[in-house]
Structures are given as structure tokens and as C-alpha cells.
């Protein structure tokens, strides 16, 4: 019986308390009885000292001052905190993106409000009926170009073009009231317009530039809008199960295990952000390349694209349009008589071409090159400063606002207990994860609502590289717009639509070969009618070896 006071021995330290650091005297739990109280809850029910942790589900099941409601409590309220901390962060980036699209369409704005009311202001006194009967043309115009602007579904050129057509009816018309001129004649005269150019070269080289500058002005500003909704919808989505889990380990488990004042380790920070995060790590390509395509847009409106000049001036072309066809109407009269024919003598006769003034009243147009100037300035250095978001996230959220420990403390909590954190920070995105010790992540299954952001990134950045060379897009349909901008990402071909070979991006798009598959097809179906051919061969050799023996 030698072996019994060893066998007594060991039942005894068996059933003794297993806290080394606690000696026989179990901890208070008033640190965590203090913050579960200033979280809302009830102290109802709440240990006073540690009690033994079998209980739990989510923290070490050591000895604990969380019960299992508490624990559950605690997870709820690090999944609310966690989300809250993502709008915040979003919030600031929507505040940036919006600012800037408040500041520019402001200037823009105001460009084409300034130009218009020059024209008011100038060409009564200019151009007397001239004007005063043909209002209603150049307030269309400008309706018409503030709508392009605002994102409707207008062909511009085609407005442009229909504004000197009606303008130059009109005019034909008072320049010539001794004659009764139809519909029908002044048809004929509009087909001769463009050989005759009555405006000069006015027309043409406006809608060159205008159409230019408007595109340009238009994308940029819809890409600030674009770029704050995608950060808005993706800042809204939900954590998955499995992270509610990790960041509940994170931010409240070492508080149940009775360590307060310990930080979480850096590290094991990360790898808890990163894992909750990985869809929203998958932003980052075309997220960078609409923040890369606005500056591109940017440097385009305030430098070949000449947008101050050409917004600001629009009412003096118009005016040198109109001078132009003053100075040269005998000329031009004559060739559309001889073209189209000599009109009837009108029998009410006029003298609004004597009551017309040629008297030349200087328009001005005060320069903002400056103020656009400082507003790209200042765009630049914000898309800049944006375009890593997605992927520094995790790290600006594990410093300032879990408030992780330095990456070299040894005496942090690792999810389990004080001391170093060993594994090492996994990378970024979704495909990342697969390995991820603190974050189970299902890579085959992306979210939804974040690969439909990452198309309407797609969406924007092609039409910002068509804005880049002069091409306009139709905002309305976003058939045209799969283009992609060559991402690179795990977004599917049936999710994201193919791609367009006139994006004018330099990145060539991805191309996916479809994979051969066993069983489907002709390859699998011969290959499932080799049994069958070996089978019927076997046979016909057993029968004629059989016809042998006989």
C-alpha cells in the first residue's frame, strides 16, 4: 500500500484551485462588476470573485468573472461597438469625398451662373431684338447644359447644335423681315448652313471644347458622389457570426479573465480585423483606381481641358458667333437666296433691322483660374491620402480605437491569457484569410453587397477614362460601363459583365478560360463510353473463342 499516500498526493493538487497567479484567494471582480455597469447593464447576478469558467463559450474557460448572460451581453456589445467604429471611420471618408464635391460643383455651379447672367446683362443693349426676341433660345441652352451637368440623360452635341440651329433661324429671320420666309425655306437654308458657316467658326470649336470640359466636369464630380455612396453602403454591412465571436475575444474576454489594464497585442488585433474585414480588404484595387482616374480627371479640367476659360466664356462665343453672321449677312443672305431660292416679298414689312444695335458692348468674364486651381490642389492631396483606406483600415482601428499594444509588447493579450502573440498577420482580402487562426473565413462565399460595390467602382473608374479622352457616357445606362478597369479581383464574369475592349485604360482586362470539366461535354461523353465499347468487344471475343472450341 506504499503507493497510497502518492495516489492521495495527486488528488490533491488534482482538485486544488488552478490559478497560479491567484495563490487559494479568488480575485475580485469589481474592475469588470465597474465597466459591466457602465456598459447599461445590471449588476444583478454579476460575481463578486472570480468563479470557475466551464460556463463559457467564447472566452477561455479558466476562472472568470463573466457569467454565461454576460458573456453574451459582452459579445452583443462588441459587435454594436465594432460597427460603430466602421461607420466612424466611413463617415470621415464621406465627409472628405463630399467636401470636395460640394467645393467643385460650387465653382462649376457658379462658372455657368456667372456666364449667363453676362449675357443678360450685355446683350440687351448689344443686340436689341436681336436678343429680346430670342430669350427663350439661350435660357434653353443654358437649362440645357445645367441638366447635362446634373447627370440627365442629354446628348450635348446634339443640344449645341440644335442651339445654332434655332438661333441661327431666328436671326435669319429678323435680318431679313422684308421677306415672308416659311418653314420649309428655312430648312433649306439650315441644310446650307454648314457649308456657309454663318457663325464662323464659333460653333464647331465650341462643341469641341464645351463638350470636353462639361464631360470632364460631370465624371469628376459624379465620382466624389460614387465614391462616398460605396463607402456609406459598405460601412453598413453586418460582421458574420464567427467575427462577433473574434472581436468579442478581442475587446472584453480579457477583461472577463480578470485583465483589465491588459492591451490587446497588435498582431492578434490585426488578424481579428483583417479576418472580419476581408471582403472590404477586396475594395482596394478598384478603389484606387477611381481615386488614381479623378486626380487623372482632375489635372484634365484644370489644365488641356481649359474648364474656366471655356465655362466662363460661353456667352462671349455666342456673342462673336452673332457678330460674326452681322458682319457677313449680305454675303450669306446672297448664297442661301441663291441656294434655296428667292423668298416672297412680305407684305407687312418691318424695320426691326434698323431698330437692331451693332454697337459692340465689352463682355466680361472674370477669371476663377485660381480658385480652381487650389480646389484640385487640395482634391489631389485628399484622393491621395484615400486611396489605401480599405487596407490600412484594419491598422488605423486596431491603434485608435481598440487601442492595441505595440507590436514588440510580450505582455499583451494573445486571446487566451497575458504574453506575446506567436502567429504571424495574414495578408489582405477575402482569399488571404484561409488560414487565419483568429477569424474562421469562408473564402468561396464573398458578400454580396461589397462585390456589387466593387462593380459600381468599375462603373465610375470607366467612365472617368472616357471623360480622360473626351468620350461621353450615358449616366442612365450602365450596360455600356462593365468595362472594367482590369482589377483583377474575384468578382465572376456572370457579377461583374465582361469587360470592353474601349475602356481607355492601359491596364489590359483579365481574360478567364472556362475549365474543362469531367463528365460534361464531349471529352466525358467519351470518356463514359469506353466501358461500354470494351465491354461489347470482350463479348464478341468470348463468343467467336467460343466457336473455336467447338
Given at each position: 500500500m506504499r503507493f497510497f499516500p502518492w495516489g492521495f498526493w495527486l488528488l490533491c493538487v488534482a482538485s486544488a484551485p488552478a490559478r497560479g497567479d491567484s495563490g487559494s484567494k479568488a480575485r475580485s471582480c469589481a474592475e469588470v462588476r465597474q465597466l459591466y455597469g457602465a456598459k447599461g447593464f445590471s449588476l444583478s447576478g454579476v460575481?463578486?470573485?472570480?468563479?470557475?469558467?466551464?460556463?463559457?463559450?467564447?472566452?477561455?474557460?479558466?476562472?472568470?468573472?463573466?457569467?454565461?448572460?454576460?458573456?453574451?451581453?459582452?459579445?452583443?456589445?462588441?459587435?454594436?461597438?465594432?460597427?460603430?467604429?466602421?461607420?466612424?471611420?466611413?463617415?470621415?471618408?464621406?465627409?472628405?469625398?463630399?467636401?470636395?464635391?460640394?467645393?467643385?460643383?460650387?465653382?462649376?455651379q457658379d462658372l455657368l451662373n456667372k456666364s449667363e447672367k453676362a449675357l443678360y446683362d450685355g446683350f440687351p443693349s448689344m443686340y436689341g431684338e436681336l436678343y429680346t426676341q430670342n430669350m427663350k433660345v439661350f435660357k434653353d441652352l443654358y437649362s440645357e447644359l445645367r441638366r447635362y451637368y446634373r447627370g440627365s440623360n442629354i446628348n450635348l452635341e446634339e443640344a449645341l447644335n440644335e442651339f445654332w440651329t434655332r438661333l441661327l433661324e431666328r436671326l435669319f429671320k429678323l435680318m431679313n423681315p422684308q421677306y415672308h420666309i416659311t418653314d420649309e425655306y428655312l430648312d433649306c437654308m439650315v441644310k446650307h448652313a454648314e457649308q456657309h458657316k454663318p457663325f464662323g467658326e464659333v460653333p464647331r470649336d465650341l462643341k469641341v471644347k464645351a463638350t470636353r470640359a462639361f464631360i470632364a466636369a460631370r465624371s469628376y464630380a459624379q465620382g466624389f458622389l460614387v465614391g462616398s455612396?460605396?463607402?456609406?453602403?459598405?460601412?453598413?454591412?453586418?460582421?458574420?457570426?464567427?467575427?462577433?465571436?473574434?472581436?468579442?475575444?478581442?475587446?472584453?474576454?480579457?477583461?472577463?479573465?480578470?485583465?483589465?489594464?491588459?492591451?490587446?497585442?497588435?498582431?492578434?488585433?490585426?488578424?481579428?480585423?483583417?479576418?472580419?474585414?476581408?471582403?472590404?480588404?477586396?475594395?482596394?484595387?478598384?478603389?484606387?483606381?477611381?481615386?488614381?482616374?479623378?486626380?487623372v480627371v482632375a489635372d484634365r479640367i484644370d489644365g488641356p481641358y481649359n474648364v474656366d476659360t471655356v465655362i466662363g466664356t460661353i456667352h462671349m462665343r455666342i456673342a462673336e458667333a452673332i457678330s460674326n453672321l452681322q458682319e457677313n449677312k449680305d454675303s450669306i443672305t446672297a448664297k442661301v437666296f441663291q441656294g434655296c431660292g428667292n423668298p416672297k416679298i412680305s407684305t407687312k414689312g418691318s424695320s426691326t433691322e434698323d431698330k437692331k444695335r451693332r454697337g459692340k458692348v465689352a463682355l466680361e468674364?472674370?477669371?476663377?483660374?485660381?480658385?480652381?486651381?487650389?480646389?484640385?490642389?487640395?482634391?489631389?492631396?485628399?484622393?491621395?491620402?484615400?486611396?489605401?483606406?480599405?487596407?490600412?483600415?484594419?491598422?488605423?482601428?486596431?491603434?485608435?480605437?481598440?487601442?492595441?499594444?505595440?507590436?514588440?509588447?510580450?505582455?499583451?493579450?494573445?486571446?487566451?491569457?497575458?504574453?506575446?502573440?506567436?502567429?504571424?498577420v495574414m495578408g489582405d482580402g477575402l482569399a488571404n484569410q484561409i488560414n487565419n487562426p483568429e477569424v474562421e473565413v469562408d473564402i468561396t462565399k464573398p458578400d454580396m453587397t461589397i462585390r456589387q460595390q466593387i462593380m459600381q467602382l468599375k462603373i465610375m473608374t470607366n467612365r472617368l477614362g472616357n471623360a480622360n479622352i473626351g468620350n461621353d457616357v450615358d449616366f442612365q445606362d450602365a450596360s455600356d460601363d462593365m468595362?472594367?478597369?482590369?482589377?483583377?479581383?474575384?468578382?465572376?464574369?456572370?457579377?461583374?459583365?465582361?469587360?470592353?475592349?474601349?475602356?481607355?485604360?492601359?491596364?489590359?482586362?483579365?481574360?478567364?478560360?472556362?475549365?474543362?470539366?469531367?463528365?460534361?461535354?464531349?471529352?466525358?461523353?467519351?470518356?463514359?463510353?469506353?466501358?461500354?465499347?470494351?465491354?461489347?468487344?470482350?463479348?464478341?471475343?468470348?463468343?467467336?473463342?467460343?466457336?473455336?472450341?467447338r
Open positions: 460575481p463578486q470573485a472570480e468563479i470557475s469558467g466551464e460556463h463559457l463559450r467564447i472566452c477561455p474557460q479558466g476562472y472568470t468573472c463573466c457569467t454565461s448572460e454576460m458573456e453574451e451581453n459582452f459579445a452583443n456589445k462588441s459587435r454594436s461597438e465594432f460597427e460603430a467604429m466602421m461607420k466612424e471611420a466611413g463617415r470621415s471618408v464621406q465627409t472628405t469625398l463630399t467636401a470636395q464635391h460640394r467645393s467643385f460643383d460650387s465653382y462649376f455612396d460605396v463607402v456609406k453602403k459598405v460601412s453598413q454591412v453586418s460582421l458574420s457570426h464567427e467575427c462577433t465571436r473574434a472581436i468579442m475575444k478581442l475587446m472584453y474576454c480579457p477583461h472577463c479573465r480578470g485583465m483589465s489594464s491588459v492591451k490587446p497585442c497588435n498582431n492578434y488585433c490585426l488578424n481579428v480585423v483583417k479576418g472580419c474585414l476581408a471582403n472590404q480588404a477586396d475594395l482596394n484595387t478598384e478603389w484606387k483606381y477611381l481615386m488614381d482616374s479623378l486626380v468674364a472674370k477669371s476663377s483660374a485660381q480658385a480652381l486651381e487650389m480646389l484640385v490642389l487640395d482634391a489631389k492631396g485628399n484622393l491621395t491620402a484615400l486611396k489605401t483606406y480599405w487596407i490600412t483600415l484594419p491598422g488605423i482601428l486596431c491603434s485608435k480605437k481598440v487601442m492595441a499594444s505595440s507590436a514588440a509588447d510580450d505582455k499583451c493579450w494573445n486571446g487566451m491569457t497575458k504574453g506575446s502573440y506567436l502567429p504571424e468595362s472594367g478597369s482590369g482589377s483583377g479581383d474575384s468578382c465572376p464574369d456572370d457579377v461583374c459583365g465582361k469587360r470592353l475592349s474601349k475602356s481607355p485604360s492601359t491596364r489590359q482586362p483579365e481574360t478567364h478560360a472556362i475549365p474543362k470539366q469531367s463528365g460534361h461535354g464531349i471529352n466525358g461523353a467519351s470518356s463514359r463510353s469506353l466501358p461500354s465499347t470494351f465491354l461489347l468487344l470482350l463479348s464478341v471475343a468470348f463468343i467467336a473463342a467460343q466457336h473455336l472450341w
